[in-house]
C-alpha cells in the first residue's frame, strides 16, 4: 500500500490542491498522514481543513494548529509575524474547524512509524534540524522510524549500527530506501518550503517496497499572495513565498 506523507500546510489551499492534485496522478493512496500545522500563516485555513478531512487521513497537531484553536497562546511562543497570522485565523476558523483542530493528538503510532510534528521529545516545539538533535531524539520514540516536519526542509537522519546519527540526502532524484536502521525523516513543507525552492514538497510511501520518495510540485504561488494580501497578513510572509525561505 501507498501513503502520503504532508506537512506544514499552513493554510495554503493553492498548495494543498496542487499536491492532492499531483498524488492522484501518481498513485493509488491508501491514506494521507499529515504531520501538524495544518493552519497559520496562509489564508484558508478553513478550506484546507474541510479538503482534508474529505479525505481518508490521520493528523497530528503542530504548534500553529494548537495555537490558532486556543490550546497554547500564540502571543508567548511565536514571533511577531507568526502570532499575527495566528490571530487572524483564529478568527476566521468555524467552530467546527476549531473543534478539528483540539481533536488532533500530539503523537500517533502508526505500524513502524512515529508520526510528531516537532520532535519526538517535544512533539508542537523542537526543531530536529541536526545530527545532534535528531542523536538526543532516537531516545524517545519505540517505532522504526518517526516522520516529522516543524523545519520546512526535507531531511533524512538514520541510527548507525554503532550508534552513531548521521544525515541522508532526500530529493527527488533519489528513492529513500526504509531498512533495519532506526530513521527521522522529514517530507518538506506543503505550503512554505524553506530550502530555497518554493514548490510544494511530500513523500509517498510505499510500503511493499519500503521505499519513500520526495515530490515537488509548482502551484499558484501569485493567487495564494494576492489572498494574504486582502486579509493583511504580514508582507513577509507574502514575500517568503515565492522564494522558498
Given at each position: 500500500?501507498?501513503?502520503?506523507?504532508?506537512?506544514?500546510?499552513?493554510?495554503?489551499?493553492?498548495?494543498?490542491?496542487?499536491?492532492?492534485?499531483?498524488?492522484?496522478?501518481?498513485?493509488?493512496?491508501?491514506?494521507l498522514w499529515v504531520l501538524g500545522d495544518i493552519v497559520g500563516y496562509g489564508p484558508d485555513p478553513g478550506e484546507c481543513i474541510r479538503l482534508l478531512r474529505s479525505r481518508k487521513h490521520i493528523a497530528v497537531a503542530g504548534n500553529h494548529d494548537a495555537s490558532c484553536c486556543g490550546r497554547i497562546n500564540a502571543m508567548y511562543v511565536m514571533n511577531p509575524e507568526a502570532a499575527t497570522a495566528c490571530r487572524w485565523t483564529s478568527k476566521a476558523l468555524s467552530p467546527e474547524d476549531i473543534e478539528y483542530l483540539n481533536g488532533l493528538p500530539d503523537v500517533i503510532e502508526r505500524d513502524d512509524f512515529t508520526l510528531v510534528h516537532g520532535s519526538p521529545r517535544d512533539p508542537l516545539w523542537e526543531y530536529v534540524t541536526s545530527r545532534s538533535i535528531a542523536q538526543i531524539n532516537f531516545d524517545y520514540f519505540r517505532t522504526k522510524y518517526c516522520l516529522a516536519g516543524h523545519s520546512h526542509v526535507p531531511m533524512v537522519f538514520k541510527l548507525e549500527e554503532d550508534g552513531r546519527c548521521i544525515s541522508l540526502p532526500f530529493s527527488e532524484s533519489v528513492g529513500l530506501v526504509l531498512g533495519k536502521d532506526m530513521m527521522i525523516i522529514n517530507p518538506g513543507g506543503v505550503g512554505q518550503?524553506?530550502?530555497g525552492d518554493p514548490r510544494a514538497s511530500y513523500a509517498i510511501y510505499d510500503s511493499e517496497a519500503k521505499v519513500m520518495r520526495l515530490h515537488?510540485?509548482?502551484?499558484?504561488?501569485?493567487?495564494?499572495?494576492?489572498?494574504m494580501i486582502k486579509q493583511n497578513l504580514p508582507l513577509r510572509l507574502i514575500s517568503r513565498l515565492e522564494k522558498g525561505l
Open positions: 500500500m501507498k501513503y502520503a506523507l504532508l506537512t506544514d500546510i499552513h493554510s495554503n489551499l493553492e498548495a494543498l490542491t496542487a499536491v492532492l492534485e499531483d498524488i492522484e496522478r501518481r498513485a493509488v493512496i491508501e491514506e518550503p524553506r530550502d515537488r510540485v509548482a502551484y499558484d504561488i501569485k493567487l495564494t499572495q494576492q489572498k
